[in-house]
Nanobody, 124 residues
Framework: QVRLVESGGGLVQAGGSLRLSCAASGSISSINTMGWYRQFPGKERELVASITSGGSANYPDSVKGRFTISRDNAKSTVYLQMNSLRPEDTAVYYC??????????????????WGQGTQVTVSS
């Protein structure tokens, strides 16, 4: 119904930058909040950044001032610009969207969708 495809992960040296992208596609009626989470080995996913459809962004203290989330509603795409990367930012990053799917003219309740994840590795 709703598919999220991430791109932009990879290997970067400490202090460097990466930009992640996530495009939503499928039978979408509306998209509310979009965001990025990350997961360290053996840990639960944690919020990295979120942004509402109106553009209000939220960050935890661990990335505030280094990461910037943005979105293009016309393209159903969310971005994460990551600057001043640290080795402790190494994780799998997942895109997330709260969206309503529509099938055969029927709009379904809002549901949280996830991307497949993209690896970000920061070397020291």
């Amino acid at each position: 119904q709703v598919r999220l495809v991430e791109s932009g992960g990879g290997l970067v040296q400490a202090g460097g930058s990466l930009r992640l992208s996530c495009a939503a596609s499928g039978s979408i009626s509306s998209i509310n909040t979009m965001g990025w989470y990350r997961q360290f080995p053996g840990k639960e996913r944690e919020l990295v950044a979120s942004i509402t459809s109106g553009g209000s962004a939220n960050y935890p203290d661990s990335v505030k001032g280094r990461f910037t989330i943005s979105r293009d509603n016309a393209k159903s795409t969310v971005y994460l610009q990551m600057n001043s990367l640290r080795p402790e930012d190494t994780a799998v990053y997942y895109c997330n969207a709260e969206a309503r799917a529509v099938v055969a003219g029927v709009t379904f309740p809002q549901k949280r969708y996830w991307g497949q994840g993209t690896q970000v590795t920061v070397s020291s």
